[in-house]
């Protein structure tokens, strides 16, 4: 297994992989408007995406970080916004390769961490996450708005 920053020479099948896990949160599959939006962050730089291919160079997962910044620690942050790896893949320990690709991230761009949101009842990434050095925060709420 290797993992190499996406590029758009990977967008057909970082977009096969990343409406199956649109798909995985109940989204509608809509590979159009999917590779639209990861075109616009790898063309604007807005994202930084990491895909995992196997052996034979097959694609078996990803990872997408967005750039965000902490008042109150004056530095970069960054936000693991999407992981997901291939169901085939599963259970060969891509998921903690892509993590540490994030974490190498953070190093070189000098951020002072990162941090992700999961639903309750995803039990991999629960048990994923603490295993790989994240840190359940119970003293804050986490707040949504939106537009829908």
């Known amino acids: ?30 590979k159009e ?39 109150t620690r004056l530095a970069k942050y960054w936000l693991l916004n999407d992981l997901f790896v291939d169901p085939d893949h599963r259970g060969k320990g891509i998921s903690k390769a892509l993590i540490e690709q994030a974490k190498r ?16 009842n995803n039990h991999i990434g629960n048990q994923l996450y603490p295993a790989t050095g994240f840190k359940l925060l119970d003293s804050v709420n986490f707040y949504e708005w939106t537009t829908d």
């Open 1 to 30: 297994m290797y993992i190499l920053k996406a590029t758009l020479d990977d967008l057909p099948e970082l977009n096969d992989l990343f409406d199956q896990y649109r798909q995985f949160y109940n989204k509608a599959s809509d």
């Open 33 to 71: 408007a999917s590779g639209t939006f990861l075109k616009q962050r790898l063309k604007n730089n807005e994202s930084e995406i990491y895909i995992a291919r196997n052996e034979m160079g097959e694609p078996t997962g990803f990872v997408q970080l967005f750039p965000v910044f902490s008042s």
């Open 105 to 120: 991230l953070c190093q070189e761009t000098n951020a002072c961490g990162m941090y992700l949101e999961t639903g309750k």
